[in-house]
């Protein structure tokens, strides 16, 4: 079992930047695939970002390559998710995951979630 809870959200300019954390229960957090994903209003969830266990593997979604990066701290139960340039279409809620398997940007193969974070990007 892992809990999972998101902090870091907020009110943001277009253009800003925030960070956002994903701190996991449990042991054997190494042995978890991490993915980040959002939800607009009115939206389906849709992927962001997934990283390996190890950390070395990285993945995109195409709308937020080159602005956003996934890194994990497998020493602190945690991953992150620093996001740059933001723009109005990023205005979200974003959720982090878990899997137990290999990387995934499906939301079905996700086991584990965070309650969400708002993220709202203005004007």
């Known amino acids: 079992q892992v809990q999972l809870v998101e902090s870091g959200g907020g009110l943001v300019q277009a253009g800003g930047s925030l960070r956002l954390s994903c701190a996991a229960s449990?042991?054997?957090?190494?042995?978890?695939?991490m993915g980040w994903f959002r939800q607009a209003p009115g939206k389906e969830r849709e992927f962001v970002a997934h990283i390996s266990g190890s950390g070395v593997n990285k993945y995109y979604a195409d709308s937020v390559k080159g602005r956003f990066t996934i890194s994990r701290d497998n020493a602190k139960n945690t991953a992150y998710l620093p996001m740059n340039s933001l723009n109005l279409e990023d205005t979200a809620v974003y959720y982090c995951?878990?899997?137990?398997?290999?990387?995934?940007?499906?939301?079905?193969?996700?086991?584990?979630w965070g309650q969400g974070t708002q993220v709202p990007v203005s004007s």
């Open positions: 449990g042991r054997t957090f190494s042995g978890y695939t």
């Open positions: 995951a878990a899997r137990s398997g290999l990387a995934s940007a499906q939301v079905s193969s996700y086991n584990y």
